[in-house]
């Protein structure tokens, strides 16, 4: 007869399993994302050019006097801000969009699918040099445009388009992936909901306003949160397409750190300009929570 283990004994082994399942989980997050991010916060307060024969000399916020007394650095803070906000609007947009056409499960539209997934199977590195070839002063665009006898555009010789282009490009290499969440978030929405709302007579807006979008309140704000810490992280795009320019105007904060800073072993500085890439970062994710509990008790205040 098999013996039976006592209650304590079998929640103890229980416990067991679990932490066992959980500790190597834990110790590789720590080791890939929380030891570095700490070393980055103790570099940010010294000079240090990263080779182990010189030790890092403490200098306390000069490093973040440096980066905010810059105005070059100001600009290029500017850059990102308006590459991450600019850019999760427009991605989340067309992911949304796109979504709502691609819901029904047919043949057309898995194909669908696929198609508007590719981009993001791409490298960014490929991304960029692909819209080079297409946009830059020699590519395809402007080389048709002189055959007909028009004008060239400087997508990506001039400062303005060049920033726009580049936010375009990275958007067309982002949204796949936002595109699958809200398709996952639309296979969510309660079809007893959707059919009340035909039977009130409630047209597609009207649908889409009362109950897809409220049922789409997680899936968005996975959404922009995963759009927006991409975005502000921008980097491979910008090295393969404009190279930070012209005149800095494509310039991010995380190009500027891995191009920029690192390459000339000024450790403590890029390692400030990292610390504020993770705060804004934070700030964001926070912000995007913080508005939709905000707008989840307006709603249960109203009902």
Known sequence: MARTLPSKQRRRRSAGVSISMVVPAVLI?????????????????????GFPTRVPEFIGLENYRTV??????????????????VGAVAVNVAALGLALLLKRTDR????????MFYPHVLSALVVGFLWQAILGPQGVVNT????????????LSDPDWALWSMILVIV???FGVQLILYLAGLQAVPEDLLEAAKLDGAGRWQTFRAVTW????????????????SLLKTYDVVVSLTGGG??????????TILAVSFPQRDIGLASAQA???????????LTVLFLRRRAENDAESIG
């Open 29 to 49: 997050y720590a080791a890939l994302l929380v030891v570095p991010v700490i070393y980055a916060f103790y570099y940010s307060f010294t000079e240090y050019n």
């Open 68 to 85: 905010f007394g810059s105005d070059d650095m100001t600009g290029t803070m500017v850059i990102t801000a308006v590459v991450a906000v």
């Open 108 to 115: 057309f539209n898995t194909f669908g699918r696929v198609v």
């Open 144 to 155: 048709m445009l002189e055959k007909v006898g028009t004008d060239s555009l400087p997508f």
């Open 172 to 174: 067309w290499s982002l």
């Open 214 to 229: 409220p049922s789409l309140a997680s899936t968005v704000t996975v959404a922009v949160i995963t759009s927006g810490i």
């Open 246 to 255: 012209p005149a800095g105007s494509t310039k991010t904060l995380a190009y």
């Open 275 to 285: 610390v504020l890439l993770i705060l804004a970062a934070a700030v964001l994710s």
